[in-house]
């Protein structure tokens, strides 16, 4: 069992730079890749980031690319997301998840567990 829990959300200015973190319980944190997911009222999940188990691979999707950054410590069993250049269109509450099987990092199915989420909120 992991639990995930997530802080960092809060208001920025569009334009702005915020970093979320997520903590996981347990000893087995290396053996999951971990995701970043968004999500807004009324629509789906959609994927954010993620990170292979070692941190050897990292994917994005197209929309935060070179503007987002996501990282991993093992020893801290902690999952980052650097967000740079926030745009109201980021505005959802994001979701960190872990996975320990292989598999596509890019969609939230597959992914075992999930955090409680924290809500980002960029003003124009």
């Known amino acids: 069992q992991v639990q995930l829990v997530e802080s960092g959300g809060g208001l920025v200015q569009a334009g702005g730079s915020l970093r979320l973190a997520c903590v996981a319980s347990?000893?087995?944190?290396?053996?999951?890749?971990m995701g970043w997911f968004r999500q807004v009222p009324g629509k789906e999940r959609e994927f954010v980031a993620a990170e292979s188990r070692s941190g050897g691979a990292t994917y994005y999707a197209g929309s935060v690319k070179g503007r987002f950054t996501i990282s991993r410590d093992n020893a801290k069993t902690t999952v980052s997301l650097q967000m740079n250049s926030v745009a109201p269109e980021d505005t959802a509450v994001y979701y960190c998840?872990?996975?320990?099987?292989?598999?596509?990092?890019?969609?939230?199915?597959?992914?075992?567990?999930w955090g409680q989420g924290t809500q980002v909120t960029v003003s124009s």
């Open positions: 347990g000893r087995t944190f290396s053996s999951y890749a």
């Open positions: 998840a872990a996975r320990r099987t292989i598999g596509v990092l890019t969609t939230p199915r597959g992914y075992d567990y």
